[in-house]
C-alpha cells in the first residue's frame, strides 16, 4: 500500500518527503493509521550513522500511535478504530527462552526493530515518520482511552526504557531515587518514579532545570556541578538511573549511591564511557543495564500511565520540521520530547 513518509537517503543528508509501498496486511496483521510519531534520540543516532552503517532511505520512528485500519482474519484482539501504539519492536524469533517469556526485546535470534531492521518480508524495516503500518498482532498495543494521544506517543520507548529497570529493581514507596539528566527519558523516569512512590532527585548540571523537575513531580534537585550539594548526597540514594546520551563521568553518579545501590543505565552514548570500578568494590554496589521492554511490560506500562494518568511533556510539530527537531533535540532544546503530527503527510 501507498504509504507517504518522511527520509533521509544518506547519513549527511536532510529528511525529505519520501513514498514507499508496505506489505498488504496478512491474516495475523493489524494495519495502522499513523496519528504521531515521537522522535527519539536513537533515531538521530541511527539516520546519520553513529551506531553504524543505516540503510537508505532510512524512516525512522519507533513510537508510533494510532488508529486501526483493518485486520486480518486471524485478529482477535483488535478491531476497525480502535486506539493502538507500536514501539521499538515490529517481530522476534517468538521461540527462544526470552521470547517464550514474553522479553522479546532480549531475543536471543535477534529482534526485528521497527525501522532499519533485516524484514523477515523481505528488505528492510521502515518506522513510523510516515502515516501508515502494517505490524504483526502479537507487537501491537492498547492505548488507554483516557490518555491523549499525541503525549503518549513517547511511552513506546522513553516511557518503557525507563519503567522497565523500575520495576525490575523492585523500585517502591519510600526509596531514593536520583534521576541523572532532565531530557526524553529522564523527565519520563521522575515521573514514573514519583508514580512508585518513590522519592524522586533529579541530578542535573543545569541549574535552570530545577523549577522544570519539580513541576514533573521531582522532590528534590541536585546541580551536580556544585562539589557541596554532591557531597551531601553521599551514599545516599537506592537507585540513580542514567538517562544521558552523551559521554560522562560515572564515578560522580556510583559515589551517591548507597552500599549495594543500582546505577541503572539506560542512555546510549555513541562513545564508550570510562568506568573505575573501585566505587562498585568498596560498597558493593551494582551496575544494571536495561533495554526498551517486551510486549507484556509495554503493555503493563501502558496500563499503569493509564491508571496515574502519565503522559510525556510533548512539542508537536509537523513533518517539515523534522530536520530542525533532530538539530534541536541534539542541543537539548526540547520540553522533553518532540512529536511529529503524521497526519500532515
Not at 537508505?56 to 520512528?61: K, R
Not at 511511552?155 to 541523572?180: E, Q, R
Not at 559521554?247 to 568506568?275: C, N, W, Y
Amino acid at each position: 500500500m501507498e504509504t507517504k513518509a518522511y527520509a533521509n537517503h544518506a547519513a549527511d543528508q536532510a529528511f525529505v518527503p519520501y513514498i514507499f509501498d508496505r506489505r498488504d496486511p496478512g491474516p495475523e496483521d493489524v494495519a495502522i493509521d499513523i496519528k504521531y510519531c515521537g522522535i527519539c534520540h536513537s533515531d538521530i543516532h541511527t539516520a546519520r550513522s553513529e551506531w553504524g552503517p543505516a540503510q537508505y532511505p532510512c524512516v525512522p520512528g519507533h513510537e508510533i500511535v494510532g488508529i486501526v485500519r483493518d485486520v486480518g482474519s486471524n485478529v482477535t484482539r483488535f478491531k476497525a478504530g480502535d486506539k493502538v501504539g507500536v514501539g521499538c519492536l515490529v517481530d522476534s524469533c517468538r521461540t527462544c527462552p526470552s521470547c517464550e517469556e514474553g522479553l522479546e526485546n532480549y531475543c536471543e535470534n535477534g529482534f526485528t526493530g521497527t525501522y532499519n531492521s533485516t524484514d523477515r518480508h523481505g528488505g528492510y524495516t521502515k518506522g513510523g515518520y510516515s502515516n501508515f503500518i502494517v505490524t504483526d498482532q502479537r507487537f501491537v498495543l492498547s492505548i488507554p482511552e483516557n490518555l491523549d494521544l499525541a503525549a503518549t506517543a513517547p511511552l513506546l520507548c522513553a516511557g518503557i526504557t525507563t519503567f522497565s529497570p523500575l520495576k525490575h529493581v523492585g523500585l517502591k514507596k519510600g526509596d531514593k531515587l536520583g534521576v541523572l539528566g532532565l531530557g526524553g527519558l529522564g523527565h519520563m523516569a521522575v515521573k514514573l518514579g514519583a508514580s512508585f512512590g518513590a522519592e524522586v532527585t533529579v541530578l542535573s548540571r543545569s541549574a535552570h532545570k530545577q523549577a522544570d523537575a519539580e513541576s514533573l513531580g521531582a522532590h528534590r534537585f541536585v546541580l551536580s556541578t556544585n562539589e557541596n550539594a554532591v557531597a551531601e548526597h553521599a551514599n545516599y540514594f537506592d537507585y540513580i538511573i542514567d538517562t544521558v546520551s552523551a559521554p560522562h563521568d560515572l564515578g560522580q553518579a556510583f559515589g551517591m549511591i548507597k552500599r549495594e545501590g543500582t546505577l541503572i543505565m539506560v542512555g546510549a552514548s555513541d562513545k564508550p564511557l570510562d568506568l573505575n570500578v573501585f566505587p562498585m568494590i568498596l560498597k558493593r554496589r551494582k551496575m544494571l543495564g536495561s533495554l526498551i521492554g517486551g510486549l507484556p511490560e509495554t503493555q503493563e506500562m501502558l496500563d499503569h500511565c493509564g491508571r496515574h494518568n502519565i503522559t510525556a511533556d510533548i512539542e508537536l510539530i509537523d513533518p517539515e520540521r523534522i530536520n530542525e527537531a533532530f538539530d534541536r533535540t541534539v542541543k537539548s532544546d526540547v520540553k522533553y520530547r518532540f512529536v511529529i503530527d503524521c497526519q500532515k503527510f
